[in-house]
């Protein structure tokens, strides 16, 4: 018996034939290359933290945002819930995809099964479950859906996430009716008569952080800021605000009782957005002038801050994510971090948490107020 699965694994490679790539620019008349901006030069500057300590994880550097576009492919076809566009010879995009190189080449065709045709124009925004993390639905998915605003495309149909309360929100900023969602679950094949694709930022590299692979964020394309333009204020708030992560699962403040009580006499409003919906998180950071918080998706919120929000990120020892780095550079906020102690290094970088050393922090609040 346990020679049957590795008997059946060998005798499909012979059956089924491999899922062959094929570029968006292959000029192929069933692909059509919708441009939407032309490739720039992007430059990290060296960002010191709020002591002017450098750190060789923030050192500067030059790389290149490259052209973004939205794909229409005729009968094209995609699966809910991923990445992978195909064209009806069952070709997949080797562009649509946030790995360096698409998973689904190579794989058994075989997959190919159950398709449900659409005669009608279908928008794919699957991210492959990254839409449903708050951070990533208001920068890469976000920016997907701006695309197609400004391009001024318009589907009888769109492959759309409904399964957190801020995906639904935000349906009505984007104009989307919600009778225009396919609703199928995950997992399905879609062809529709017109399959459209906006590309994606795919924007990391593969960087160590104790030993521990990461995928660290290189850069954001410029016109990023823009698609929160209807949701800022043209001037500064008066608010000053530290947002907690108490009830995370992981990157707490362990003293963070300490924290909160230097910070409530600085004039500092202590928030929890887990109680709030997406509006009130808005109508907060409207009102917004000075930010601190540790490192996590709840700083996205910066995105409806005014330009030139005093920022003061908080970091474990051993994970220095760039995402909320490159955001507030591209909004043009007043950025600034400090790295903190870590206590037990048992798990993932990226779950450590935060232990602040009061002396040091008061100093740094102190100096960011001063600026």
């Known amino acids: 018996m346990r020679f049957i699965k590795p008997i059946k694994r060998i005798i499909n490679i012979f ?22 901006s032309k490739s720039k030069e992007f430059v990290m500057p060296q960002l010191s933290d709020i002591f002017s300590n450098t750190y060789d994880e923030f050192n500067s550097y030059k790389t290149s945002i490259p052209d973004y576009y939205v794909l229409e492919i005729n009968k094209g076809k995609c699966i809910t819930g991923r990445e992978e566009v195909y064209t009806n010879d069952n070709k997949v995009l080797k562009e649509i995809t946030s790995q ?16 449900t045709s659409i005669d009608g124009t279908v928008v794919n925004l699957s991210l ?114 530290y947002i907690s992560r108490k009830f995370a699962n992981y990157r707490k403040v362990i003293n963070e009782d300490i924290v909160i009580d230097y910070l409530k006499k600085k004039n500092f409003e202590i928030h929890y957005l887990e109680n709030y919906t997406v509006q009130q998180q808005i109508e907060l950071f409207n009102q917004c002038a000075v930010l601190v918080a540790p490192h996590g998706a709840g700083l996205i919120n910066m995105s409806f801050c005014a330009s030139g929000v005093k920022i003061l990120e908080l970091f474990p020892k051993y994970y220095h994510d760039t995402g909320i780095m490159l955001q507030a550079l591209i909004l043009k906020h007043d950025y600034n971090y400090l790295i903190c102690e870590t206590e037990d290094i048992s798990m993932h970088p990226q779950q450590e948490d935060i232990i602040i050393d009061t002396k040091t922090f008061t100093r740094a609040v102190d100096l960011l107020l001063e600026k």
């Open 100 to 115: 360096k190189i698409n998973p689904a080449i190579g794989s058994l065709l075989r997959r190919l099964k159950k398709v």
């Open 15 to 36: 059956i089924y034939k491999k899922i062959r790539e094929i570029s968006a620019f292959s000029h192929r008349d069933d692909i059509k290359i919708i441009p939407f």
């Open 128 to 241: 492959s479950g990254l839409e449903n993390n708050y951070y990533h639905f208001l920068v890469g998915f976000a920016a997907r859906l701006f695309m197609l605003k400004k391009l001024n495309i318009n589907p009888d149909y769109y492959i759309y996430p409904m399964n957190t309360t801020f995906q639904k929100y935000f349906l009505r900023y984007f104009n989307i009716d919600s009778k225009k969602i396919i609703n199928v679950g995950e997992g399905n094949w879609i062809r529709a008569k017109k399959l459209i694709a906006p590309a994606l930022i795919n924007n990391w590299e593969v960087v160590k952080y104790r030993n521990t692979t990461h995928f660290k964020k290189q850069y954001l394309p410029l016109w990023l800021g823009d698609i929160y333009n209807n949701f800022r204020p043209t001037t500064l708030g008066n608010k000053r605000i």
